[in-house]
Nanobody
């Protein structure tokens, strides 16, 4: 069984920063891509940032230059550093990862963590 658990969400003022972290645990053989998505009520879940096992990254246009993503392959963790936050960044943020367990790779999601940007 595999579990992803996020931490680090909360309330921050516009222009502030937050760091989200996600740890994968369980019977993991290997992890390929890891990433962060976000979603607001009534809207589709959207990709925020993704990082490959080798460290290649990609970001949504709306967060380029403000967010960075990093991972620790030894610890099975991924982090999202969010700077210069804007009210439109408010959402539930979900960690996701493509994890191989016993020869089969599947996409896993964390339960989500709320980020609210407001004065």
């Amino acid at each position: 069984q595999v579990q992803l658990v996020e931490s680090g969400g909360g309330l921050v003022q516009p222009g502030g920063s937050l760091r989200l972290s996600c740890a994968a645990s369980g019977s993991i053989f290997s992890i390929n891509a890891m990433g962060w998505y976000r979603q607001n009520p009534g809207k589709q879940r959207e990709l925020v940032a993704v990082i490959s096992k080798g460290g290649s990254t990609d970001f949504a246009d709306s967060v380029k230059g403000r967010f960075t993503i990093s991972r620790d392959n030894a610890k099975n963790t991924v982090s999202l550093q969010m700077n210069n936050l804007k009210p439109e960044d408010t959402a539930i943020y979900y960690c996701a990862a493509d994890i191989r367990v016993q020869g089969q790779e599947s996409h896993y999601w964390g339960p989500g963590t709320q980020v609210t940007v407001s004065s």
